[in-house]
């Protein structure tokens, strides 16, 4: 064939370009806090929760109602736990639905009976807020924490992907 050169590679001959991303990655990580409750809220108990943008929501406990949907007493987000109090699964509920049905965009999820954790909305340390539990005797909190814009994380497992590779055989080099 015409304008054509082969090169034979010994078969023992392999190159390979590798550039090693196994020990670490950056990785964007949003702050998270926890409530836990023993399920006996008072009546007309209040807690705060303030997202990674600043806006600052006020909860309040309701004995009375079982409304959970964001509805509002004053500024305050109904958490209704008629029918619940005396069981800290069923308020931990209660708790986590309220807050999902809030303006804030905090999830809240489940790690046990009545203990939940909840995860900021948006990445970095902004995110890493207070939560004010200080009005609620029978429900701990801790702070949202751990929110960064970049942390390096040593990664177990190794990823090493090739960039080019030559394999054993024979290869062809077209010229133009």
Do not use: C, W
């Not at 390979?16 to 809220?41: L, Q, S, V």
């Not at 004053?74 to 308020?91: D, F, L, R």
């Not at 954790?117 to 924490?145: K, R």
């Amino acid at each position: 064939m015409k304008n054509r050169s082969q090169i034979s590679i010994d078969p023992d001959f392999t190159i390979n370009n590798f550039k090693d991303y196994a020990k670490e990655r950056i990785a964007f990580i949003k702050a998270t806090g926890t409530i836990t409750t023993t399920g006996n809220p008072g009546n007309n108990e209040t807690f705060t929760l303030t997202n990674a943008s600043g806006t600052s929501v006020t909860f309040v406990f309701k004995t009375g109602v079982a409304t959970v949907d964001g509805t509002k007493d004053g500024n305050n987000v109904i958490i209704g736990v008629s029918g619940a109090v005396g069981s800290a699964a069923a308020v931990g509920d209660r708790i986590r639905t309220a807050i999902g049905n809030s303006d804030l965009g905090i999830v809240a999820t489940e790690t046990g009976s009545g203990a939940m954790t909840l995860t900021q909305n948006i990445i970095g340390p902004n995110g890493n807020t207070e939560i004010d539990m200080s009005s609620v005797a029978t429900t701990t909190a801790t702070n949202f924490a751990n929110g960064d814009k970049e942390a390096t994380v040593a990664l177990s497992s190794p990823f090493q992907p090739p960039f080019s590779y030559l394999t054993p055989g024979v290869h062809s080099i077209r010229r133009k």
